[in-house]
């Protein structure tokens, strides 16, 4: 069983907060099933990432990079056209000097 997604989100939050970074949720979906998407942010070497949640043919939940950009407006945009076809979708951006994203299941590599 899944926790709710807003529960879900309050724990990466914590987590980052724990590792030393800022983390704040930018927009808020449903609370029980909206689907995350994750920015991690290294705002001193401009760097940007966006992680979104995916599930394997297993049923493992995984996180891939959608947008291989770095660049944060880029990334934006990618949100922006993601929240208007799916109203159920949270955000979480991440601030951390190492551009760390504080997932915990895998994330899946290039």
Known sequence: M???TDVWVGALI????????????AR???????????????RANG??????????????RVWMQ???SHDE???DRY?????RIDP????VEIDDRQGRHFLTEDVEKD
């Open 2 to 4: 899944l926790l709710a």
């Open 14 to 25: 914590r987590r980052a907060e724990i590792g030393g970074a800022f983390a704040v949720v």
């Open 28 to 42: 808020k979906g449903d609370m029980r099933a909206g689907t995350v998407l994750v920015k991690a942010l290294d």
């Open 47 to 60: 760097q940007a990432s966006l992680y979104a949640e995916a599930t394997r043919g297993d049923g493992e």
């Open 66 to 68: 959608p947008v291989r």
């Open 73 to 75: 407006a880029e990334l």
């Open 79 to 83: 949100i922006e056209r993601t929240a």
């Open 88 to 91: 159920d979708v949270w955000v």
